[in-house]
T-cell receptor
Framework: GDSVTQMEGPVTLSEEAFLTINCTYTATGYPSLFWYVQYPGEGLQLLLKATKADDKGSNKGFEATYRKETTSFHLEKGSVQVSDSAVYFCALSDQETSGSRLTFGEGTQLTVNP | DTGVSQDPRHKITKRGQNVTFRCDPISEHNRLYWYRQTLGQGPEFLTYFQNEAQLEKSRLLSDRFSAERPKGSFSTLEIQRTEQGDSAMYLC????????????FGQGTRLTVV
């Protein structure tokens, strides 16, 4: 079945550092890929998405490129802020094999120190 | 629009008791999803409704679990004869008919079975 694997966490960075959170996936179809973010005390929010190979999703300075050849969707940000501290989840949705459900990775806790 | 609303936010129950959670989706959204999230893990799909029809159920949804969405509006998730292993965050999400559209999540109901 479909699966998503994220880099092991937690990740601790200083403000203005470069961020990469790795995400790889396994899917039999052609999934759409998502990054969701969960700030403390809040619900999951969509951060960005990409629906086909080579698409780049971007939002709030975060970017991720859908790489079909490496089955990856790594999240990057050039300069993190304290307010970026949250849990980040990579997810996929494969309409052909799993309908509308989202399959999530285990999440990566990011802490940004001033 | 106040987003996806879940009630209660927290529930503590004794093992063997029945519990019921409610989810009110965004009003124009006809798709509604239930997920379960345990500590340190990503959300796992439980079930999905399109309008009032329950279209998909995960094998995680044992016969002690039942979900309804009468009239295609709010949804309830009931757990009968709760077990300690049911302790988790139960998340509800809603989206439009387009499967590629963003799923909006509620803040969840945290269940603790003692």
């Amino acid at each position: 079945g479909d699966s998503v694997t994220q880099m092991e966490g937690p990740v601790t960075l200083s403000e203005e550092a470069f961020l990469t959170i790795n995400c790889t996936y396994t899917a039999t179809g052609y999934p759409s890929l998502f990054w969701y973010v969960q700030y403390p005390g809040e619900g999951l929010q969509l951060l960005l998405k990409a629906t086909k190979a080579d698409d780049k999703g971007s939002n709030k300075g975060f970017e991720a490129t859908y790489r079909k050849e490496t089955t990856s969707f790594h999240l990057e940000k050039g300069s993190v802020q304290v307010s970026d501290s949250a849990v980040y989840f990579c997810a996929l949705s494969d309409q052909e094999t799993s309908g509308s459900r989202l399959t999530f990775g285990e999440g990566t806790q990011l802490t940004v120190n001033p | 629009d106040t987003g996806v609303s879940q009630d209660p936010r927290h529930k503590i129950t004794k093992r063997g008791q029945n519990v019921t959670f409610r989810c009110d989706p965004i009003s124009e959204h006809n798709r509604l999803y239930w997920y379960r999230q345990t500590l340190g893990q990503g959300p796992e799909f439980l079930t999905y409704f399109q309008n009032e029809a329950q279209l998909e159920k995960s094998r995680l949804l044992s016969d002690r679990f039942s979900a309804e969405r009468p009239k295609g509006s709010f949804s309830t998730l009931e757990i009968q004869r709760t077990e300690q292993g049911d302790s988790a965050m139960y998340l509800c999400a809603s989206s439009t008919r387009d499967w590629e559209d963003e799923a909006f999540f509620g803040q969840g109901t945290r269940l603790t079975v003692v």
